[in-house]
């Protein structure tokens, strides 16, 4: 991290942790503090981005949460505090991991998470097609794409997309649809409600 925040480039962070090794002290837990401080140094600064690739419980799971993006792998990653054995001990309540903290749960309940795949590969491969759609860091400008759509395109749609009633909900996503051109494109949190 600390490298990707002198040079100015993205830090992509791999996860897969149960958390601090308890047994080995304190030292363990003061490790992350560490790593806190150094994404607080970078937030603003350079993108941080944190791939989950299996089960992070504990204080593995803080570090992801104050990332920019997060990206995870359907049935198979997982972020919670507290796993669900834990939760049954102290609320009685059964609960899988899915439910607590899977992909599922992330992408489209709680909004942890920006996007889900059904596999590490595919998702390594998806993580390389969106980091080329950001910035090196706060001191670059984004990636600028060639478009064949006219500058100049008339949208005629866009006169009745927005209700005329200023109360009533509209969805933004066909608005952007109409007006960017989309031979290149990266949703971020589309399940999210």
């Known amino acids: 991290m600390d490298a990707a925040l002198s040079v100015g480039v993205p830090v992509i962070g791999l996860n897969d942790s149960g958390g601090a090794r308890i047994q080995e002290g304190v030292e363990s837990l003061a490790g992350y503090a560490d790593i806190f401080y150094r994404n607080v140094q970078a937030s603003g600064v350079i993108p941080q981005i944190s791939v989950i690739m299996g089960p992070c419980a504990g204080g593995a799971v803080y570090s992801p949460a104050m990332t920019d993006f997060i990206f995870m792998v359907k049935d198979t990653s997982y972020l919670f505090i507290t796993g669900p054995d834990v939760v049954k001990s102290v609320t009685n309540e059964d609960v899988t991991q899915e439910e607590l903290g899977g992909a599922a749960t992330h992408t489209a309940v709680s909004g942890v998470a ?12 998806q993580l390389r097609n969106f980091y080329s759609f950001l910035p090196l860091s706060n001191q670059h400008k984004s990636p600028i794409r060639e478009c064949d759509d006219p500058w100049n395109r008339l949208v005629y749609s866009l006169d009745t997309v927005i209700p005329p009633e200023t109360t009533t909900a509209y969805n933004m996503t066909d608005v952007i649809m109409e007006v960017c051109c989309f031979d290149f494109e990266f949703s971020c949190k589309s399940f999210f409600l």
């Open 114 to 125: 920006h996007r889900a795949y059904p596999n590490d590969i595919d998702m390594l491969l």
